[in-house]
């Protein structure tokens, strides 16, 4: 069940986005000794230079470093880790939902849609209503609303 992490992305997007990236998504694990707080980063589409380097990710940790320390919008201690999104990047928004169409996807829903949570296939059209993926076997339409989690799955 993805946690709501409205105040974080309210937080964190505008620092990242001035510093020229995309905040891709949150992951935040609370733990008393040992939580994480995730966040991944890409260039924007149509950037200069595609990619995040090591160096961009040292960069962003120190503003949000700082932002949290001012800010402490999140109890308890944690490890901030700033990542690349990878080849299995998170997709979250309806626009990076779009930007890999054809891409072949893994999808897990909140609630089981005919007996299943788990989905994958190629992602062939994203709406603000409805994606739709091309398993095996068929076609498939999953509201939008019910989409918790979706990753690219690597094709090598």
């Given at each position: 069940?993805?946690?709501?992490?409205?105040?974080?992305?309210?937080?964190?997007?505008?620092?990242?986005?001035?510093?020229?990236?995309?905040?891709?998504?949150?992951?935040?694990?609370?733990?008393?000794?040992?939580?994480?707080?995730?966040?991944?980063?890409?260039?924007?589409?149509?950037?200069?230079?595609?990619?995040?380097?090591?160096?961009?990710?040292?960069?962003?940790?120190r503003q949000i470093s700082?932002?949290?320390?001012v800010e402490d919008p999140?109890?308890?201690?944690?490890?901030?880790?700033?990542?690349?999104?990878?080849?299995?990047?998170?997709?979250?928004?309806?626009?990076?939902?779009?930007?890999?169409?054809?891409?072949?996807?893994?999808?897990?829903?909140?609630?089981?849609?005919?007996?299943?949570?788990?989905?994958?296939?190629?992602?062939?059209?994203?709406?603000?209503?409805?994606?739709?993926?091309?398993t095996d076997d068929e076609?498939?339409?999953?509201?939008?609303?019910?989409?918790?989690?979706?990753?690219?799955?690597?094709?090598?």
């Amino acid at each position: 069940m993805r946690r709501d992490q409205t105040h974080l992305w309210e937080l964190f997007e505008p620092v990242i986005s001035g510093m020229g990236f995309e905040l891709i998504e949150i992951e935040h694990f609370p733990n008393p000794k040992h939580g994480v707080l995730r966040l991944f980063i890409d260039k924007p589409v149509g950037a200069e230079v595609e990619g995040v380097v090591i160096e961009d990710c040292s960069a962003v940790s120190r503003q949000i470093s700082a932002l949290i320390d001012v800010e402490d919008p999140i109890n308890g201690k944690f490890n901030l880790e700033v990542s690349s999104p990878g080849l299995d990047r998170p997709l979250r928004r309806l626009q990076d939902f779009q930007r890999f169409t054809g891409s072949l996807v893994k999808l897990k829903t909140v609630m089981p849609m005919d007996g299943q949570r788990n989905f994958k296939g190629r992602l062939l059209k994203a709406s603000e209503d409805a994606l739709v993926i091309e398993t095996d076997d068929e076609e498939i339409s999953l509201p939008m609303s019910a989409i918790d989690k979706a990753r690219i799955v690597p094709e090598y």
